[in-house]
C-alpha cells in the first residue's frame, strides 16, 4: 500500500513567524512534480511541535485539498498524549488524508505495554491507515519488535511503520517477522538503499524537500534491483550527511532557502544554522549543483 517516496514536507513561515500559505502550497506542487509518492505534512521535519492545533489541522486540510489526489498524504497527527492524538487523527480523517502517522509517545517513555495500548487506541479511534513512526533518538522509547507484531495482529488498520530506530539488526527482524500486508519505510535518508535490499519499501524523506526527483530516481531503482542504486545512492551520499549536520529540519530549510524555494525562518526553539556550517552547507551546494 505504502511504496516510494514519501516527504516529510517543511512548514515555511514567513519573517512574522506565521505560517507562509503561498509558499507551502507552492512546495506541494515542487513534490508532485518531483513524481513522490506521498507528502507527509505536520512530521517533525514540519516543525509540528510549534505548530497550533489550529494551525495543525489546517496545515493537513490544505495539503489534501492542493494535492487533490495526486500522490497519498500521510498526516503526522503523533502526540505524548494519547487522547491528543486521537483527536488530531479523527482530524485528519475528516480532511480526507490518507493515512496518518503516528509517531512514540514522546517524554513520558511509557513501558511496552504503554506504547502498545497506545497505538492500539489510536488505530481503533480512526479506519484510515496508521503508520507507526519508532525513532527512539527524539522519543526515548523504542517499539520493540514483538509490540510491534502484537499491534499489527490487533489492528487491522496498522499498516507500516517509518523504521528510525538507527538499528540495523532490529530492520532486519523486523522485517524478516512482519506480515507481507505490512510495509516498512526508512526514516532515515541514509539507511534508505540498505533497507530497500532487506525488503523495505521506500522512505519518508528528509532530502527530497531538496531534491525530489533524485530520491525518487534512487528509490525506484533500489526497488527494481537495478545496480544503478548504488550509484544514485554514493552521489547523494554527501548530502544525506550535509543536511544533519544540525538538528532536522534546520539544514533543509536552509538549504530550501538558498535554492529560493522558502524563507529560512524558524520558530523557536528552532533557530539558524551557525555561520561556520552555513558557510559550509553553501559551499556543498553550490560546489554540486544543487541550488
Known sequence: MFAGVYTAIVTPFREDGEIDWDCLKDLV???IEGNVA??????TTGESP?????EHRKVIKRVVEWVGGRCKVIAGTGSNSTAEAIELSRHAEKDNADACLIVNPYYNKPTQEGLYRHFRAIAESVDIPIILYNIKGRTAVNVETDTLLRLICDCQNIAGVKEASGDINQMKDVLNRVPKRFDVLSGDDNM???LIKLGGKGVISVASNLVPEKIVSLVDAALKKDKKADAINNELAELFRMLFIETNPIP???AMAMKGLCKESYRLPMCELRPENRKNLKSFLEGNGYV
Do not use: D, M, N, R
Open 252 to 254: 533543509v530549510k536552509a
Open 192 to 194: 534508505t538503499l540498505e
Open 38 to 43: 506521498g507528502i507527509v505534512p505536520c512530521g
Open 29 to 31: 506542487e515542487f513534490q
Open 50 to 54: 510549534t505548530l497550533s492545533h489550529e
